[in-house]
């Protein structure tokens, strides 16, 4: 199950990643991300708030602890076609340490499997003729 939960449910705890909205298409494959990101072990807790955008209106915020955390994700989110935003004002970054907004077209994929590299090719393809 994904880290994420719907704001406004009273009585559960919400967890490491909270929704605001509705996430755009192709979102379980970052709320994995996320979940794997948070798995990494950290020597400083930092308590930085990500903050995820669609259409210029944050939908998503998580807290990551550390660098080996943030610099997982980011990287990763990087490749996806997300555009990470650290520079901003308030207003512009949502109260957020580091920010990402999602592609225009976003990528479907609910398996985060993309990390991996591909197998390399050990046979030639062989043509029947």
């Known amino acids: 199950m994904p880290s994420y939960s719907v704001a406004g449910r009273r009585g559960l705890a919400l967890r490491a990643m909270e929704l605001l909205k ?24 930092m308590d930085l708030r990500i903050g995820l955008a669609h259409a210029g209106v944050l939908f998503a915020q998580a807290t990551l602890d550390g660098y080996r955390q943030v610099n ?3 990287e990763h989110l990087r490749t996806l076609g997300w555009r990470e ?16 907004s999602a592609p225009a077209q976003a990528q479907a994929s609910d398996d985060p499997s993309f990390i991996r ?13």
Do not use: I, K, Q, Y
């Open 117 to 129: 590299n591909p197998a390399p090719e050990r046979w030639p393809a062989e043509s029947h003729g």
């Open 85 to 100: 935003h650290l520079l901003g004002g308030d207003d512009d970054m949502f109260g957020c340490d580091m920010l990402f």
């Open 72 to 74: 997982f994700l980011a």
């Open 22 to 45: 509705e996430p755009p298409p192709a979102f379980e494959g970052v709320a994995r991300l996320f979940d794997m990101a948070r798995l990494l072990p950290t020597t400083h807790r």
